[in-house]
């Protein structure tokens, strides 16, 4: 059974950064995408960035471009996300993602993810 294990939300003020940590544990790390995805109070889930088995590409949801990196390290079975520039309106539950398919691309679609940690929160004041 997979399972994912997210750390390192909080409170930050606007314009400031945190980093997401995301350990997998239960299968072969190294060959399945991996995404982060976020929902807000009353919006629905929405992809925030995503990055294939092993690292050599990724894909961001426009409105983060530019301020967030996705990466990992497969010898630590861990994906991170680094958020700078943070904003009020990022604030939501942040969720990473395991991909379904062995050596597929960095989907944004939720259905392209199978397995999902349990999230964690992301606060940026104003």
């Known amino acids: 059974q997979v399972q994912l294990v997210e750390s390192g939300g909080g409170l930050v003020q606007t314009g400031g950064s945190l980093r997401l940590s995301c350990t997998v544990s239960?299968?072969?790390?190294?060959?399945?995408?991996m995404g982060w995805f976020r929902q807000a109070p009353g919006k629905e889930r929405e992809f925030v960035a995503a990055i294939t088995g092993n690292g050599g590409r990724t894909n961001y949801a426009s409105s983060v471009r530019g301020r967030f990196t996705i990466s990992r390290d497969n010898a630590k079975n861990t994906v991170y996300l680094q958020m700078n520039s943070l904003k009020p309106e990022d604030t939501a539950v942040y969720y990473c993602?395991?991909?379904?398919?062995?050596?597929?691309?960095?989907?944004?679609?939720?259905?392209?993810?199978?397995?999902w940690g349990q999230g964690t929160q992301v606060t940026v004041s104003s």
């Open positions: 993602a395991a991909g379904t398919t062995a050596w597929s691309w960095p989907s944004n679609a939720i259905h392209d993810f199978g397995s």
């Open positions: 239960g299968r072969t790390f190294s060959i399945y995408p």
